[in-house]
């Protein structure tokens, strides 16, 4: 039986630093805008933004700008617009950054066990010439083995009833 292969692809390390570059490029870019760290209680207590709350606050907001006699005193009406406006901007980076990282994902998900079952074979393969006493491969079985720690329980035998 032969190892499935479904990915051949290596990534050159100028490539990774590359990415990485960009990557660290793009924090610095967007460095003044991502300023919080919320934990999962301001997540919680936050008001949520999907899709259609994003079209009614667009539309909400033109009507303001559109209709000033409208806004109360204590809305302030450019810094809501400021805010919409980064948020739709996040959004649609979000959506292209989601994309990649689903496609990392799927590509780390099947490179991952594909080695993952190669390494297995090759433990399996071990474990079997081990079994015969080939020379060396004591060693490197239990180094791999290492990875798989057993249950040491032993069962006690129970005291045999002796019947007078």
Known sequence: MSQENRITVTLKPTEKAAVLKHINEIRQILGAALIFNLDPSERQ??????????????????????NPTLV?????????????????????????????RQAIDDTLMVAGSEAYDAALIFHNSVKGATRTNAPGTQAIYEDLAERFPRSRRRVEAAPVAVSA
């Open 45 to 66: 207590n936050l008001a949520k933004m999907g899709d259609k709350s994003l079209a009614f606050v667009g539309k909400a907001l033109d009507y303001a700008t559109k």
């Open 72 to 100: 109360p005193p204590y809305l302030e009406l450019p810094e809501a617009i400021k805010d919409y406006t980064l948020c739709a901007d996040l959004k649609e980076l979000s959506h292209e950054l989601s994309t990649l």
